[in-house]
């Protein structure tokens, strides 16, 4: 009889579990849905197997403010996220990719790396400027990667999750990125 009542009681307490799982819609909320899908490769030196990688934007299409709860790599491989940004963006010019920290300056005109601050907690007012999201990731193994990055957010009332679609790999020297 005990043994009974305590499935029961361990059967309720999945249930009232399971029914509180998150399960946010992915790419639907007002941050976009995610780009469009391809894989970014960078060779990197083995003494520094890190890389700015700044391929992403992201623009508020609602009537609320959002603001970022967090951001992650999704099913990383060996791949390392270190620091998250939000740079402002003018004229659809992104950071891209760079070797070192921070980027270059000057070659894209538009971007506003001087108003970069941390992706968490950072507010986007609808019809703002475009944000690019740029993630610093360090390899720790000669084949380092991940299926994107995943951004977690809200607005009044609901909450989102955007999964980039573009896959990040970092190749330490001497491999290369095979085409």
Do not use: F
């Not at 099913?75 to 990719?97: C, E, F, R």
């Not at 190749?171 to 990125?177: A, E, L």
């Amino acid at each position: 009889m005990r043994r009974a009542i305590l499935v029961l009681v361990t059967g309720a307490l999945l249930a009232s579990c399971a029914s509180t799982i998150n399960t946010e819609p992915v790419n639907t909320g007002p941050l976009g849905d995610g780009g469009t899908p391809g894989e970014e490769c960078v060779p990197v030196d083995a003494k520094s197997p890190s890389a700015v990688i700044g391929i992403d934007a992201l623009q508020n299409t609602s009537n609320e403010t959002v603001t970022i709860d967090s951001v992650i790599l999704a099913y990383p491989k060996q791949l390392k996220l270190t620091s998250v940004l939000l740079v402002p963006i003018a004229q659809h010019n992104l950071i891209g990719v760079a070797l070192t920290y921070p980027p270059p300056q000057g070659p894209e005109p538009g971007v506003m790396w001087d108003q970069r601050r941390p992706a968490p907690g950072t507010t986007i007012a609808p019809g703002s400027l475009t944000e690019n999201l740029v993630a610093m990731v360090t390899a720790e193994a000669t084949t380092a990667q991940a299926a994107g990055l995943i951004v977690s957010y809200h607005n009044t009332g609901h909450r989102y999750i955007l999964h980039t679609a573009t896959r990040i790999r970092l190749q330490v020297s001497p491999s290369v990125c095979a085409p």
